[in-house]
């Protein structure tokens, strides 16, 4: 068996990584698209897309590993679901904010500006307040749904697919993710927020989120175990988001 705190640390590696990734991908593709177009709904769709199929892939890559949660209100919600236990969830988190951060500076990096430029965007107002917490219920509602009538394969997919939609459905484009908010600050770009504007959409996220829990467990007031065999077969994605990584309570497989 691999003992406890080594396999902690390869989880909260991945959720570092994939919140770096998630968060590059964002700020990056932003940034591409300014230089693209000056049409600002081609720019959406360009950061739409790029966000939504590299959802995708690191929710496919690292979900088997850490559960590629990327964002501290699935965590939490991960938690009360009783999904994991209480020690992955302050590492997790802060593996999260530090990767979403630097993801941010990554981004920045790589398109020659200065590695750190607060943004400037103001983004407060009651319908993208209200938007944030739209955008984190169905989030909660998509991810723990499918975990809890066992179809997890659909994670990737879903989740990736309800992200590009949010992007256009919802005022604030969608940020559903306390992480990679403050993330966001770190960059005067097409993704940017500013800090001012940041206390408030967190505070939208995690009513979200609450609101998003209450709803699945009326949805799905019991849990539906996914199989074993339909998590691991050939032809599905594998178990992402959700379902019950490895922890002390849900030892892994040995290696």
Sequence with gaps: MTPAP??????????????????????????AATGLSDDVGV????????????????????GS??????NPVVSLVDLAFGYRGARDIAPYIGAQILGCVTGSVLANIMFDLPPVTFSTTDRITPGHLIAEVVATAGLVAVIFILARSGRSAWAAGAVAAYIGSAYFFTSSTSFA????????MFSDTFAGIAPA?????????LLGAAL???GVRLLTPRHTPTSSAARFTAHSPPLTKILPTPTANHPEAPT
């Design 6 to 31: 080594t396999a902690l640390l390869r989880r909260v590696a991945a959720e570092f990584a994939g919140s770096a990734a998630l968060t590059a991908m964002v700020v990056g593709s932003g940034i």
């Design 43 to 62: 720019q959406l769709l360009i950061n739409a897309i790029a966000t939504a199929f590299g959802l995708f892939v690191l929710i496919t890559v690292l």
């Design 65 to 70: 590993i850490s559960g590629a949660h990327f």
């Design 177 to 184: 993710n306390p992480a990679i908010t403050i993330g966001r």
């Design 197 to 205: 504007s940041a206390p408030l959409f967190i505070a939208a996220q």
């Design 212 to 214: 998003g829990w209450a």
